[in-house]
């Protein structure tokens, strides 16, 4: 684990911080995770990072606190400066903001002894979590949000509009908001200052395109060298990494811009159903590079054991099914003592060409772009939505205030050409404030290492004309310009090689999803007798709910049960049950609908009813994966 957890206060003695302190215990066990303490007379800071050394510095102005890593060349050829001198050392020269701006993933605490103030805050696109609440003159903090709520006197009350907007965009908390009303998170790129009569927020501008002139070729030669660069400057200290190998692009394109300049051990895994094209083509790749891999089969019942787990952990920002991943990756570290996991998000929404509206040049401004975002990309149309509520104008408000928040984070976003301004604002949402909350995940057992969050690579990317990147062509040619014989093998996205760019994709990409169509219509034409599996995902949960009378069950008990918070709070039983049968039926695929809700009634289930003895609160290992070795 990487983070802190503590107490400030302005009004309390050393011994009460230090009970307060005491207070802020987590539920988990786990032998993974490793703290050094420190205190004065009104602060109490853990600090938790595989390793410890060089995390603080104290001198008569300030107090330095920071964790994780950074990546900026002057401090990684120093052999000298700790982490904690760094820190100080920009502060000192260039200010509290540019200590925002360091490559690398971190997150710092300064005390500023003289005026009583602290400045807490994180790297530009930081997975760190930091969650905080203030209660009269004191203020919590900690990298676990169960450790807040546990709190006596701290509002833990669910945030039911956090909840609601989840359903319809996707999971994503807006503006540092949590599930709870009072407790908050510091997201990336963020400056939380505390003194005595304030706490007030900075936040770092957003990622935005620029516009060049830059030509093609030039551009895959940077972008090839930054991501050579930054996969180096993450590895060069270490002895074993492992990497998330898939039939993807992006786990490739790190993978072979690090293994020729790699010294140490490289260990690949890939994890999914009985039948997987990921597990398949990693393990292909994986013998092209000559790495161990290790190819872990997942029963598809097996997310069902931890689904309590893949929401508590995350404070109800993500999903029931990720719950099962939090026990591999420990798994993973117990047999094989990694020092970092590698992964590569980022790259498929930036120039991947992912969840670009086909029309978006026909769209003439931000408003348009706001109704695109209604109509195709919430996971409710407005009336099924709507009708979920018992209350038609509390689910109006909710959905409203929804749209009013994506309005205004789209206004955020630099860039006119709507293009430029939907990748940023994807990237903001769907990775920094989506998939970083879900690297917790890896968090607790393991230190991510994302090369694609380099500084230096995504300055390069950001100066990609649009017409360039407008469909996964770059990406593709990257890749072949780093490792040619890397994109012979097959892009599970039109399951050919990846060398092969659009518009030749187009037509592979018709015969993938018409593939999928004919085999969910053969379960149905065959009176549910014969299941064709898909073998394009990891876990396939379209199919299971239809398939699975176990999945049916779970998810019929959970909604529609006595006990159902959601259906005997918020929403109408008959508009569950007819989504679950509509799903289970054919007519539609609400499999991505019914995962948010049990997940939200999950929720609620933990938080608000206490329902906590489901939660697994050790994981060191995941007794399914004991052939791993």
């Not at 895994?269 to 398949?280: A, L, N, W, Y």
């Not at 598809?300 to 054991?305: E, G, I, M, T, W």
């Not at 609908?593 to 003895?613: G, M, P």
Request: proline share 2%; hydrophobic share 35%; charged share 25%.
């Amino acid at each position: 684990m990487i983070g802190f957890t503590g107490v400030i206060s302005f009004e309390s003695s050393a011994d009460k911080l230090q009970s307060q302190a005491k207070k802020l215990k987590s539920l988990l066990k786990s032998s993974l995770i490793n703290s050094s303490d420190f205190s004065s007379d009104n602060y109490f800071i853990s600090l938790y990072d595989e390793d410890l050394k060089g995390c603080e510095s104290n001198d008569d102005s300030f107090h330095y606190f920071v964790v994780g890593d950074f990546y900026n060349d002057d401090f990684s050829y120093s052999k000298k400066t700790s982490k904690a001198e760094y820190l100080k050392k920009i502060h000192f020269e260039k200010g509290i903001q540019s200590c925002l701006e360091i490559n690398g993933s971190y997150a710092f605490l300064i005390y500023d002894k003289k005026n009583n103030t602290y400045f807490i805050g994180t790297d530009q696109h930081s997975f760190i979590p930091i969650y905080y609440t203030k209660k009269n003159k004191s203020v919590f903090l900690s990298w676990d949000i169960s450790r807040i709520l546990s709190m006596a006197n701290i509002n833990s009350s669910i945030n039911f509009q956090s909840i609601f907007s989840g359903l319809l965009f996707g999971g994503v908390c807006f503006n540092g908001e949590t599930r709870f009303n009072e407790v908050y998170r510091l997201e990336p790129g963020s400056l939380l200052t505390i003194n005595r009569e304030n706490l007030s927020i900075f936040k770092s501008e957003p990622f935005y395109f620029k516009s060049t002139k830059a030509n093609e070729d030039d551009l895959i030669s940077d972008a090839a060298s930054a991501l050579r660069n930054a996969v180096h400057r993450r590895v060069k200290n270490l002895d074993k990494v492992s990497i998330g190998l898939t039939s993807g692009i992006d786990s490739r394109l790190v993978l072979s811009s690090g293994i020729e300049d790699f010294q140490g051990e490289w260990l690949s895994f890939t994890f999914g159903g009985e039948k997987c094209i990921d597990r398949d083509t990693a393990s292909e790749l994986a013998n092209y590079f000559n790495i161990k891999h290790i190819p872990i089969e997942v029963d598809d019942f097996s997310y069902l054991n931890y689904d309590y787990d893949g929401v508590f952990y995350t404070g109800g920002a993500s999903l029931f099914q990720m719950g099962l991943q939090i026990h591999l990756y420990a798994t993973l570290k117990n047999n094989f003592q990694c020092q970092g996991l590698i992964e590569a998000p980022a790259t498929g929404l930036l120039i991947g060409g992912h969840l670009i509206p086909g029309n978006i040049d026909q769209l003439k401004s931000k408003d348009d772009l706001i109704k695109y975002y209604q109509e195709h990309v919430f996971n409710f149309k407005k009336d099924l939505f709507l009708g979920l509520f018992q209350k038609n104008k509390l689910g109006d408000d909710y959905y409203d205030l929804t749209v009013e928040n994506l309005t205004k984070s789209l206004s955020q976003m630099r860039n006119d050409n709507l293009r430029d301004a939907h990748q940023s604002l994807m990237f903001h949402e769907r990775t920094k404030r989506w998939a970083n909350y879900n690297m917790i995940n890896i968090l607790y057992s393991h230190r991510p290492i994302l090369p694609t969050y380099d500084l230096d690579f995504l300055e390069i990317l950001s100066t990609i004309p649009t017409k360039i990147r407008e469909d996964s062509s770059f990406r593709s040619k990257l890749l072949m310009h780093i490792d040619k014989k890397s994109s012979d093998f097959v892009y599970d996205r039109w399951m050919q090689p990846a060398w092969l760019c659009p518009p030749h994709t187009l037509e592979f990409e018709k015969i993938v999803k018409q593939i999928e169509k004919t085999q969910h219509k053969i379960w149905f034409d065959s009176g549910k007798k014969i299941y064709l599996k898909s073998n394009r995902f990891e876990a396939n949960f379209l199919e299971y709910i239809r398939v699975y009378p176990e999945y049916q069950k779970y998810f019929i008990n959970l909604l529609l049960g006595e006990d159902s918070f959601l259906s005997n709070s918020f929403l109408k039983k008959e508009s569950l049950k007819s989504i679950i049968e509509s799903h289970i039926s054919g007519e539609n695929d609400y499999h991505k609908i019914l995962i948010l809700l049990v997940s939200a009634e999950l929720t609620c289930r933990i938080f608000e009813k206490n329902e906590i003895n489901n939660v697994n609160h050790k994981f060191n290992y995941f007794s399914n994966l004991d052939y791993i070795k």
